[in-house]
């Protein structure tokens, strides 16, 4: 599979992970958001492989949470985050439709299945009335194919 093109993670796994392209993604999303979080930014992540792996592009302490896997809620996703008490600026690396999903709930009170692609950002302000969409960035709308 090498040989056409397409990067194969080493080692055994009951899946492996093929990734074409995705790491270019993660390294301009990681150079994109690393220049707008404060210093004392936290990353929690999905245990899957792939998500570890943007999440590295980050360059800071992974928090690796159990409860970010594929198939996690809206729900499970705000209450392992703390969304409610946390201070601070949380970096959530995780999975469709549950990250779209989050972000419908926040800014608009109801689940609905928003659409992001692999290492985009959705960066929202949480506020105590309101949530709001500061920015989005698709690192794979930046590249000419």
């Known amino acids: 599979m090498t040989g ?19 790491a270019a993604k993660a390294a301009r999303m990681a150079e994109w958001l690393v220049g707008r979080l ?9 245990p899957a492989v792939r998500a570890q792996q943007t999440a590295r592009a980050l360059r800071a302490p992974i928090r690796t949470e159990p409860t970010l896997a594929v198939g996690a809620s ?31 709930l926040l800014v608009t009170g109801e689940e609905a299945d928003w659409g992001f692609g692999t290492s985009e950002i959705c960066w929202i302000r949480c506020g105590e009335t309101a949530a709001t969409i500061v920015e989005r960035f698709d690192p794979g709308a930046s590249r000419r194919e």
Do not use: K, R
Not at 82 to 89: A, H, K, L, N
Not at 91 to 102: R, W
């Open 4 to 22: 056409f093109g397409l990067q194969i993670l080493p080692g055994e796994h009951p899946i492996v992970p093929v990734m074409i392209g995705d």
């Open 38 to 46: 404060p210093e004392d930014y936290v990353v929690m992540a999905s």
């Open 74 to 104: 809206a729900l499970q996703l705000l209450e392992t985050v703390g969304w409610d008490t946390v201070e601070g600026t949380i970096v959530v690396v995780g999975h469709q439709p549950t990250l779209g999903q989050t972000a419908s």
